[in-house]
T-cell receptor, first 112, second 112 residues
Framework: DAGVIQSPRHEVTEMGQEVTLRCKPISGHNSLFWYRQTMMRGLELLIYFNNNVPIDDSGMPEDRFSAKMPNASFSTLKIQPSEPRDSAVYFC??????????FGQGTRLTVV | SQQGEEDPQALSIQEGENATMNCSYKTSINNLQWYRQNSGRGLVHLILIRSNEREKHSGRLRVTLDTSKKSSSLLITASRAADTASYFCATDDNNAGNMLTFGGGTRLMVKP
């Protein structure tokens, strides 16, 4: 397995534009997490899916953020409209039951 | 709010010395995990300790867990310059079905 795959690796966009981040979890894993990492706030859990169903989205900053998991092998995190304060590294991670999480390499988002 | 809180936030030691990092958490857990992150990269799993375990070893790593105090420690023995990284603890919350919550991390610098 190639591990958790995120795309794109880097994204630079203008304020107000829509941004879509993508994640392919490890095959067979039943939980998927989206995290955001900044120097100021550290690693924040945004949303967590279990068996493709969103379980906890209390970490999603506001309505501009949305996440979907249409099937077990794909998830998206969308920001619309994007703002400069959304600039961060966004990580996707997947895990099986009571096992360790495997992280993707992250998407470095810069909103100018 | 973060579940796990690492202490210290930053640690600088000489190569060959031991490094100890601590983590405290708030709720009951299924397990506690330690991860490592090199600058600009995703997190990599180091070791998982279950709630009914008290100590675990993996190479130069030693993890302890005290559920009565809701705390864990990570010891890296005979540190190397290549151990320079940020180290995070994460808890798998008993009541949140596999949700992984990370602390703020300890930035470890090992000087050659």
């Amino acid at each position: 397995d190639a591990g958790v795959i995120q795309s794109p690796r880097h994204e630079v966009t203008e304020m107000g534009q829509e941004v879509t981040l993508r994640c392919k979890p490890i095959s067979g894993h039943n939980s998927l997490f989206w995290y955001r990492q900044t120097m100021m706030r550290g690693l924040e859990l945004l949303i967590y899916f279990n068996n493709n169903v969103p379980i906890d989205d209390s970490g999603m900053p506001e309505d501009r953020f949305s996440a979907k998991m249409p099937n077990a092998s794909f998830s998206t995190l969308k920001i619309q409209p994007s703002e400069p304060r959304d600039s961060a590294v966004y990580f996707c991670a997947s895990t099986g039951l009571n096992t360790e999480a495997f992280f993707g390499q992250g998407t470095r988002l810069t909103v100018v | 709010s973060q579940q796990g809180e690492e202490d210290p936030q930053a640690l600088s030691i000489q190569e060959g010395e031991n490094a100890t990092m601590n983590c405290s958490y708030k709720t009951s857990i299924n397990n506690l995990q330690w991860y490592r992150q090199n600058s600009g990269r995703g997190l990599v799993h180091l070791i998982l300790i279950r709630s009914n375990e008290r100590e675990k070893h993996s190479g130069r790593l030693r993890v302890t867990l005290d559920t009565s105090k809701k705390s864990s420690s990570l010891l890296i023995t005979a540190s190397r310059a290549a151990d320079t990284a940020s180290y995070f603890c994460a808890t798998d919350d008993n009541n949140a079905g596999n949700m992984l919550t990370f602390g703020g991390g300890t930035r470890l610098m090992v000087k050659p």
